[in-house]
C-alpha cells in the first residue's frame, strides 16, 4: 500500500472526474468523506483529525451557513 499523499489535482483527476459528471455532487461527497474521516485530508498544513472535522461539520453545516447547500445534515 502507497502511503503517499496525493496531490489535490490528482485527487480530482483520479477519483472525482472520473466518479461523478456532476462537480456540486462530488464536492459535497468528498466534504462528507472528510468529515466524517472516510479520507484523510490537511488543512493549513495539519492533518484534518477528530476536533478539526467536528469544526468543519459545525461551521459548514449548522447555524444557517448560506455556504451549506444541505443544512440538517
Do not use: C, H
Not at 492533518?47 to 451557513?65: C, F, K, M, S
Amino acid at each position: 500500500m502507497n502511503s503517499e499523499w496525493l496531490s489535490p489535482r490528482k485527487i480530482l483527476e483520479n477519483y472525482v472526474y472520473a466518479a461523478f459528471s456532476d462537480f456540486a455532487g462530488a464536492e459535497e461527497d468528498l466534504r462528507i468523506a472528510v468529515i466524517t474521516g472516510e479520507v484523510r485530508a490537511r488543512f493549513q498544513g495539519e492533518i484534518v483529525g477528530p476536533d478539526l472535522r467536528g469544526q468543519i461539520a459545525r461551521t459548514v453545516y449548522e447555524d444557517g451557513n448560506p455556504a451549506s447547500s444541505s443544512a440538517g445534515y
